[in-house]
Nanobody, 121 residues
Framework: QVQLVESGGGLVQAGGSLRLSCAAS????????MGWYRQTPGKQRELVAG???????NYADSVKGRFTISRDNAKNTVYLEMNSLKPEDTAVYYC???????????????WGQGTQVTVSS
């Protein structure tokens, strides 16, 4: 009933930029928190950036000053602008959203399918 659709991944050179988008659709009463995670083979999935419905943000230390997370509540969409990309940013990036489907149901975490970001040297 809820789907997160991601776009914007791809191959870029070091120092370049990418902008990821994630749009939520389906039965949605409210979206409390949205964020981006990333994962590489053999490593645990880690939080890259998160944003609340009120606009409060947090970032992993490794991306502070380079990445910017934002959201458009009217479009149920979260964005991740990635600048000054480094080869170590290469990973599968996953969109995540804490969504309340109806007023009488609890929040539930939903995940996107993941999109590959590859940064070449």
């Amino acid at each position: 009933q809820v789907q997160l659709v991601e776009s914007g991944g791809g191959l870029v050179q070091a120092g370049g930029s990418l902008r990821l988008s994630c749009a939520a659709s389906g039965r949605i009463f409210s979206i409390n928190v949205m964020g981006w995670y990333r994962q590489t083979p053999g490593k645990q999935r880690e939080l890259v950036a998160g944003i609340t419905s009120g606009g409060s943000t947090n970032y992993a230390d490794s991306v502070k000053g380079r990445f910017t997370i934002s959201r458009d509540n009217a479009k149920n969409t979260v964005y991740l602008e990635m600048n000054s990309l480094k080869p170590e940013d290469t990973a599968v990036y996953y969109c995540n959203a804490l969504i309340r489907p109806t007023p009488r149901r609890d929040d539930y975490n939903y995940w996107g399918q993941g999109t590959q970001v590859t940064v070449s040297s």
